[in-house]
């Protein structure tokens, strides 16, 4: 039986700060006819300009992914890309009234819990897979990241992630349709080292992250000056570092969260191909960078003949 392209039955709309830019924006995702694929329409700028989910727009993946067409830009797309993707949605319009996708808990769950159970609905149009007749490998000496796609009639992706950090350690992740990405993969949140969060707030980096969307490793020793820093830095009482080395902001939802939620930015930086890809996705080291890097590949050996 051929998979039918899907849509949601209704639209639904959140609210709240981007991770990057701090700024509060309210994201309406609606229905949209067979064969749209997923559209982004920045409505306070144009409600007559459309940014189509592909490669060709990324413009910029530092520490997430943007798309930007005519000037106008989206920025951190990969969690909503990929929840419509683990959801098996074809087909929606996504409305957001500021520059970036709003953050919320740093994973996929509130589009999730919002739309699971009863928002998608079938078309009467069988869905267009993203099909290769060969091999492709993606990589980067400077990173010692590789991604390698090779046909299947099974999608699946495999993450190896590897920080050089005694508390995460080597960590490996895997997703097929034979697993529930709405349990084993949406739910995942997104993650950053204590360190490094000092460096990002002073360069305008994370200016809406706080304590309650993202996994913090506490790699290095710190001291109570320093905890007392972070606690007032996110309005927070004292934070402690944990004997398993994460911070106590947040309880894990699975030992190998981390490698989990780079399994959650891959398939979504990986719809920006144009649609559902038919391969055996294995990525090493991945990241936004050579994510839509081999997106880009694949769509200009697929498309550009």
């Known amino acids: 039986m051929k998979q039918l392209q899907q849509t949601l039955r209704k639209s639904y709309s959140f609210e709240g700060k981007g991770l990057h830019t701090g700024k509060i924006a309210r994201l309406t995702i609606n229905p949209a006819p067979v064969d749209t694929g997923i559209l982004f329409r920045r409505t306070d700028v144009s409600k007559d300009l459309y940014i189509e989910a592909l490669a060709e727009y990324v413009s910029s993946t530092d520490r997430s992914t943007t798309l930007t067409k005519d000037g106008v830009s989206v920025v ?45 609905v079938g078309q009467d149009a069988p869905r267009k897979y993203i099909e290769l007749d060969h091999e492709i490998t993606v990589s980067s000496e400077k990173t010692g990241s590789s991604i390698v796609i090779t046909p299947s009639d099974t999608p699946s992706f495999d993450v190896k992630i590897d920080f050089n950090s005694k508390v995460l350690g080597l960590q490996n992740a895997h997703w097929d349709p034979s697993q529930e990405y709405v349990k084993e993969v949406g739910v995942c949140r997104t993650f950053v080292f204590f360190h490094e969060i000092e460096y990002l707030f002073k360069n305008n980096l994370i200016k809406g992250g706080d304590v309650e969307n993202a996994i913090v490793i506490v790699e290095h020793p710190v001291s109570k000056d320093q905890l007392e820093y972070m606690s007032k830095l996110f309005n927070v009482p004292m934070l402690e570092r944990c004997e398993n080395g994460y911070l106590n902001n947040l309880r894990l939802r699975f030992p190998n969260e981390c490698a989990r939620h780079k399994l959650l930015d891959l398939i979504g930086d990986f719809r920006l191909v144009g649609g559902f890809l038919k391969a055996d996705v294995k990525a090493v080291r991945s990241g936004h960078t050579i994510n839509t890097n081999a997106a880009k590949e694949i769509r200009k050996q697929l498309f550009s003949k």
């Open 76 to 120: 951190t797309v990969e969690h909503l890309l990929s929840s419509l993707t683990g959801m098996g949605i074809d087909n929606a319009v996504i409305d957001l009234d500021n520059v970036e996708v709003p953050i919320l808990d740093g994973s996929a769950k509130p589009y999730i819990d919002a739309i699971w159970e009863s928002g998608i």
